[in-house]
Nanobody
Framework: QLQLVESGGGLVQPGGSLRLSCAAS????????IGWFRQVPGKEREGVSC????????NFTDSVKGRFTVSRDNAKNTVYLQMNSLKPEDTAVYYC???????????????????WGQGTQVTVSS
């Protein structure tokens, strides 16, 4: 059973940066697309970014384009979300999730992602 653990969250000032990590155990990420999602209380979980198993395709929600990047190191079984120019509206619990790579692309919809981490809190505030 694949298990995912996020880390790297914290408190940062507006304009600052954080790098989130999603580390897998219990299996290899080589065959999984990875999605990053975020959620604030009372709202639906939102897709932020995703990366395919080969890293050939990435996708970002409009609000983070140009500020966030996603990458992976399959040798380390880890996926990263680099978040720059952070804004207060980026404040949320961030989750990573994995789905088996049955498609050449990845999706920002949470449907179809089979394995989820517990989340890491990101707070952007002065």
């Amino acid at each position: 059973q694949l298990q995912l653990v996020e880390s790297g969250g914290g408190l940062v000032q507006p304009g600052g940066s954080l790098r989130l990590s999603c580390a897998a155990s219990g299996g290899t990420l080589n065959y999984y697309h990875i999605g990053w999602f975020r959620q604030v209380p009372g709202k639906e979980r939102e897709g932020v970014s995703c990366i395919t198993s080969s890293s050939a395709y990435t996708n970002f929600t409009d609000s983070v384009k140009g500020r966030f990047t996603v990458s992976r190191d399959n040798a380390k079984n880890t996926v990263y979300l680099q978040m720059n120019s952070l804004k207060p509206e980026d404040t949320a619990v961030y989750y990573c999730a994995a789905r088996y790579n049955t498609m050449w692309y990845c999706q920002l919809r949470k449907d179809g992602y089979d394995f989820w981490g517990q989340g890491t809190q990101v707070t952007v505030s002065s």
